[in-house]
């Protein structure tokens, strides 16, 4: 079992920016890839980014990419999302996820966080 816990959500202006980490505890020492998902209300559950457990390879959505960057320290068990340049619609609940495959769906990763609320206000 792997417990994920996200932190560094929070209330930002457009323009903005915010730095998420989701520590891990649990069975950290499989080789998990992580990913960021963001779910806005009435809308269903959306890929933001990923990461190989190497930190090697990492994926963004195209609503993010330029703006988002997905990092991960593995000797904190640790990995973060930078987001800058934050628009109003980036609003949502962000959860990270970890999973023995790299993708972007969400099926392929087995643990979730509770998620850590961001809103940018216009």
């Known amino acids: 079992q792997v417990q994920l816990v996200e932190s560094g959500g929070g209330l930002v202006q457009a323009g903005g920016s915010l730095r998420l980490s989701c520590a891990a505890s649990g069975r950290t020492s499989s080789r998990q890839a992580m990913g960021w998902f963001r779910q806005a209300p009435g809308k269903e559950r959306e890929f933001v980014s990923a990461i190989s457990w190497s930190g090697g390879t990492t994926y963004y959505a195209d609503s993010v990419k330029g703006r988002f960057t997905i990092s991960r320290d593995n000797a904190k068990n640790t990995v973060y999302l930078q987001m800058n340049s934050l628009k109003p619609e980036d609003t949502a609940v962000y959860y990270c996820?970890?999973?023995?495959?790299?993708?972007?769906?969400?099926?392929?990763?087995?643990?979730w966080g509770q998620g850590t609320q961001v809103t940018v206000s216009s």
């Open positions: 996820a970890a999973g023995s495959i790299l993708g972007a769906s969400p099926i392929v990763y087995n643990y």
